[in-house]
């Protein structure tokens, strides 16, 4: 797959500065959690029921709706970039901030999963009304994706997992799972941590973990995930949350029951969810597709926004023609690794 060139934006984020940001912002209830949306595309205000028509092939079908999730202690932001190509290439899509995360109200006491399985359910229902859902998820976001397709009752006409955890992930993430020992002493030291250190090493550690290429990060990107460990206590609870979540993952998954199409994504520079793990995850799911990228880290909306936003749209197109039964299956190329 190659990457259509475009020119060189006036601005930063892909447009001349005299254009509107094609992005919407709203704030919406999703599973009786208040959230901010991100936006391209046809509003659900003016969504329509579709016509009943006695013959189905007199119906016309209709384009797909792309749901982007994001990762832990990331936002909707994170997919800032690949809506605005969206929004160039006329293509309907909404990023969400998950429970707990980004502008989105907290996550309550308790397992986390169930309540980000609600949550997911919602916005898969609201979106279903405009047409058909491809979902698409980066690391927790790629569970949450995953675990919907296991609801046979929601209206998913397709996956992308893209770094989902779970399956053979990285030392960095068995350490939190399997020793707690390192977040202990953090929350034990006798004098907490200044705020600017935990800033200063957040900055640091951040493009690391997150980008192929640590020199290439956006400095705005690596800014909002340093906002969310602004001192000694935010950091602690941040920690303690991450441990949980990733217990929660040892059952995470009954992928047997994923019938839609499913594209499984691996980055071979992903520092959190290696990928093996993807290699791993496509050979429990075999109808799905898997794309190896070497040169991709953890978030590769953040390392590629085009090639993310054009992948999206060729995979979602070919689901939904598997839907509808005019193809045998979505096919996917790649620069690196393509299986089926």
Same mark, same amino acid.
């Given at each position: 797959?190659?990457?259509?060139?475009?020119?060189?934006?006036?601005?930063?984020?892909?447009?001349?500065?005299?254009?509107?940001?094609?992005?919407?912002?709203?704030?919406?209830?999703?599973?009786?959690?208040?959230?901010?949306? /991100?936006?391209?595309?046809?509003?659900?205000?003016?969504?329509?029921?579709?016509?009943?028509?006695?013959?189905?092939?007199?119906?016309?079908?209709?384009?797909?709706?792309?749901?982007?999730?994001?990762?832990?202690?990331?936002?909707?932001? !994170?997919?800032?970039?690949?809506?605005?190509?969206?929004?160039?290439?006329?293509?309907?899509?909404?990023?969400?901030?998950?429970?707990?995360?980004?502008?989105?109200?907290?996550?309550?006491?308790?397992?986390?999963?169930?309540?980000?399985?609600?949550?997911?359910?919602?916005?898969?229902?609201?979106?279903?009304?405009?047409?058909?859902?491809?979902?698409?998820?980066?690391?927790?976001?790629?569970?949450?994706?995953?675990?919907?397709?296991?609801?046979?009752? /929601?209206?998913?006409?397709?996956?992308?997992?893209?770094?989902?955890?779970?399956?053979? *992930?990285?030392?960095?993430?068995? !350490?939190?799972?399997?020793?707690?020992?390192?977040?202990?002493?953090?929350?034990?030291?006798?004098?907490?941590?200044?705020?600017?250190?935990?800033?200063?090493?957040?900055?640091?550690?951040?493009?690391?973990?997150?980008?192929?290429?640590?020199?290439?990060?956006?400095? !705005?990107?690596?800014?909002?995930? !340093?906002?969310?460990?602004?001192?000694?206590?935010?950091?602690?609870?941040?920690?303690?949350?991450?441990?949980?979540?990733?217990?929660?993952?040892?059952?995470?998954?009954?992928?047997?029951?994923?019938?839609?199409?499913?594209?499984?994504?691996?980055?071979?520079?992903?520092? /959190?969810?290696?990928?093996?793990?993807?290699?791993?995850?496509?050979?429990?799911?075999?109808?799905?597709?898997?794309?190896?990228?070497?040169?991709?880290?953890?978030?590769?909306? /953040?390392?590629?926004?085009?090639?993310?936003?054009?992948?999206?749209?060729?995979?979602?197109? =070919?689901?939904?023609?598997?839907?509808?039964?005019? *193809?045998?299956?979505?096919?996917?190329?790649?620069?690196?690794?393509?299986? =089926?």
């Amino acid at each position: 797959m190659t990457a259509t060139k475009r020119p060189a934006p006036a601005v930063r984020g892909g447009r001349p500065s005299s254009e509107p940001d094609p992005i919407r912002v709203s704030f919406r209830r999703f599973a009786g959690v208040r959230t901010r949306v /991100l936006e391209v595309g046809p509003p659900v205000a003016e969504a329509e029921a579709p016509k009943r028509s006695r013959k189905r092939a007199a119906e016309k079908p209709r384009a797909p709706r792309l749901v982007l999730l994001h990762g832990y202690c990331d936002s909707a932001d !994170t997919w800032r970039a690949v809506l605005a190509e969206f929004a160039a290439a006329g293509v309907a899509a909404i990023a969400v901030d998950l429970p707990g995360f980004g502008d989105a109200q907290p996550l309550r006491p308790g397992p986390m999963l169930p309540q980000l399985d609600a949550f997911t359910a919602a916005v898969v229902r609201e979106q279903a009304v405009l047409g058909p859902v491809v979902l698409a998820g980066n690391s927790l976001g790629g569970t949450m994706s995953l675990r919907a397709a296991q609801n046979p009752r /929601l209206p998913i006409a397709g996956v992308v997992s893209i770094a989902a955890p779970g399956f053979v *992930d990285s030392w960095l993430v068995r !350490t939190v799972a399997r020793n707690p020992l390192p977040l202990r002493l953090f929350s034990a030291l006798p004098v907490p941590v200044p705020g600017f250190v935990v800033r200063a090493v957040a900055e640091q550690v951040v493009p690391r973990l997150l980008y192929a290429d640590a020199a290439a990060a956006d400095v !705005t990107q690596v800014r909002r995930f !340093t906002t969310l460990f602004p001192d000694y206590r935010a950091t602690t609870s941040r920690l303690e949350e991450a441990r949980q979540l990733v217990s929660e993952l040892a059952d995470a998954y009954q992928l047997d029951r994923v019938q839609v199409p499913l594209l499984v994504v691996a980055c071979g520079k992903d520092k /959190l969810v290696t990928s093996a793990s993807g290699r791993q995850l496509h050979t429990l799911v075999p109808h799905s597709r898997l794309l190896v990228r070497e040169d991709w880290g953890h978030c590769p909306q /953040l390392d590629d926004p085009p090639e993310i936003a054009e992948l999206l749209t060729f995979f979602a197109a =070919g689901a939904i023609r598997m839907a509808g039964g005019k *193809d045998s299956a979505p096919a996917v190329a790649s620069e690196d690794t393509a299986a =089926g």
